[in-house]
């Protein structure tokens, strides 16, 4: 079992950064990629990004590339995900998610491919 704590959610206004954190613990050995989703009420999770442990390659959705970076720390076993330029669209409960290896099989772009969550931090952009 892998345990995922996130931690750096809160209240920014429109333009600003919030930096939101997941620490894993427990069996860290088996994770082939760590992502983050985001859910409003009412509405479907929905895949934010994604970042492989070997490399660090990472992947994100069209709505957020550009403005939004993950990043990862193995030494810490830390992913990190920086919000920058942010707008009342990206208000929503963050999650952290981390799938088993291998690293091929199912998509890692849906809520399935991933085999343990956080309890997930909110995030609010006033306008």
């Known amino acids: 079992q892998v345990q995922l704590v996130e931690s750096g959610g809160g209240l920014v206004q429109t333009g600003g950064s919030l930096r939101l954190s997941c620490a894993a613990s427990?069996?860290?050995?088996?994770?082939?990629?760590m992502g983050w989703f985001r859910q409003d009420p009412g509405k479907e999770r929905e895949f934010v990004a994604l970042i492989r442990w070997s490399d660090g390659i990472a992947w994100y959705a069209d709505s957020v590339k550009g403005r939004f970076t993950i990043s990862r720390d193995n030494a810490k076993n830390t992913v990190d995900l920086q919000m920058n330029s942010l707008k009342p669209e990206d208000t929503a409960v963050y999650y952290c998610a981390a799938g088993d290896s291998p690293w091929y099989g199912r998509s890692w772009y849906q809520r399935a491919r991933y085999d343990y969550w956080g309890q997930g931090t909110q995030v609010t952009v006033s306008s």
């Open positions: 427990g069996r860290t050995f088996s994770i082939a990629g």
